[in-house]
DNA sequence: ACAATAGTGTCTTTTAGACAGTATTTG
DNA sequence: CAAATACTGTCTAAAAGACACTATTGT
């Protein structure tokens, strides 16, 4: 039985107990988007366990940073392009036995939004030997025939999550414009929804709801060029809501 | 350079190399409603640190066990009762360094939602001396007047996160019927969302979203027993729909 | 001119919010 | 009886979905 007066007399004297140790890692899910289709960022993995397959990005969390510190440090290695705290969203933590099948290892996801011009050539980390972003249907698993590019250790199971996590996000919350520069259209916005979801939007009704949620864009007064034919669209930049009220309701497939 | 053949090779004689050990715990929110109030369970500490404060039920995760079994395993511990998997969700990874005085501690947190009725007399743990439901505007920090129960560690970062969560979850998952027995009244329902949500409804508006909410809830033909005066209410059980549509949502203080 | 895409307007249906009024119970 | 609570019905406004139509660009 503990006799201490206070809490700093019993921390003087304390001697941690045997417990189970753990390695615990934070791994970071990079979205963005490239002519159209949804992507994520991937390193090749040049050693066992998993050689040749690709994995999340990610490290180790060191002793004196949180999960989120570390995965914006892990971000910054592998991409030299610096997150706002607010676009640094943790998803979910894996803790399976045997995820790794070198060691127990508890692993932090964290999900970010990228715009497409922003990160110029991802950096390989240690273990890895090239880093890329890949289009999600070229992953097996997600796609119609299952084959393509391999994910290491349970990260089929981390972006799945991750790919909910965005559909769901991109309702309720402003994030959709993180996909993109600080100027946009909204034929560009629309095209954000339809990589994320999966499914074509109504331009018109689109357009209409965006507009109709006070705070989600702002006119800037230009118009945008023209990468195919067709009339030019209006451009706009992000509000400053942070709730979308009306959302903007996927009301199909869920 | 690592020159194996194939995956078993390599984990032959694979030897851990030095990395961060850390504990791994699981906490558990456990919500109820008592007399219309959210109450969450909560043990009393026996020992340094944060001596004679109030804390969430928890403690380490073994090595053979993901932090979800050891979530179940520790509320089954505390409670006596059982859950399903799909009542017990994951809120959280908490990491920030120090949030545990005498030594590094990664956690995540729990929430379930449990019956009023179901409960009975919570049993204390090993460093518990008791364990109690306390109405969640009993405890500092949750109320207009700033004193009441103390949270031990970060408990109340915790708990805030997770009557967000439950505040968010009742607007489009059917969840609410988890807070009440078998067969339930509409009014009995509504003031679970009042509990939660921390506002008034409507009666007449609520009930019938409830109802023209398909699969929500389904009439079982009888009333149920009245606790004070006015007309008795008609019986309803719990429908088989997963995601409410339309949603219950809450428009307001969002 | 024609194809392609952006943007406007309109109609219908669904849902939310407010609230008047009726029904049933207790004291 | 009055008070309290459950339930029904109705009106209005917000919002979604479908879709016809106009506007502006490139080829």
Redesign the interface.
Known sequence: ??N?ET?ED??KD?K?KE??????TADIVILTIKDGKLCVLLVKRG?????DCYALPGG?????????MAAARELKEETNVEFEAHNLE?L??Y???GRD????V?S?AYLVFAPTGLIGTPVAGDDAVEAHFFAIEDIAGFNSNNDGIRLAFDHSTILADALERAASKLEDLPVATAFLDGTFTIPELRRVYEAVWGFPLHASNFRRKVLNTEGFVEPVGEVGKNDASGRVAELYKAGDVR?L?PAILRSKS?
Chains 1, 2 share one sequence.
Request: charged share 25%.
């Open positions: 039985m503990s201490y809490e019993f921390l304390y941690p417990y189970p140790s753990n390695a615990y050693g066992w366990p998993y050689k180790f969390v060191d002793q004196d940073e949180t999960s989120e943790q979910k933590t803790s399976t036995p099948p070198r060691m127990r508890i932090t709730i009220h869920r």
